[in-house]
């Protein structure tokens, strides 16, 4: 009876470490595919601000265009400073 003791302790505790081994591995892999999804949404995240911000962008580029439209500047010179285009004999050319 003494032989086999030994040798179910041996078989039980190396099956202990084998079920623990195999905890570890699965809460690693969870781990591991939690923060692969984790990622995926900040991701999927990050995209949509991406194209929400070019949006902007365009709207932005758009605006800043017709402000520095020559026929606004003029408009805004005429009406709101009473500037006037100079007349010609008023032109000095310096060279």
């Known amino acids: 009876m003494s032989r086999k003791e030994p ?8 099956l202990l470490i084998l079920v623990v081994v195999i905890m570890i591995e699965l809460f690693l892999y969870t ?3 939690v923060q692969s999804i984790h990622m ?4 999927t995240s ?5 194209k929400e911000l070019k949006v902007i962008q365009k709207k932005l580029r758009l ?3 017709q402000l520095r439209s020559p026929e606004r500047i003029m408009q805004i010179a005429s009406k709101q400073l009473g500037l006037v285009l100079p007349d010609p004999d ?3 050319v310096v060279r």
């Open 7 to 14: 040798k179910r302790k041996i078989k039980t505790s190396t």
């Open 31 to 33: 781990w591991c595919h």
């Open 40 to 43: 995926g949404y900040k991701i």
């Open 46 to 50: 990050q995209l949509k601000q991406e």
């Open 63 to 65: 605006e800043l265009a």
């Open 90 to 92: 008023q032109v000095i």
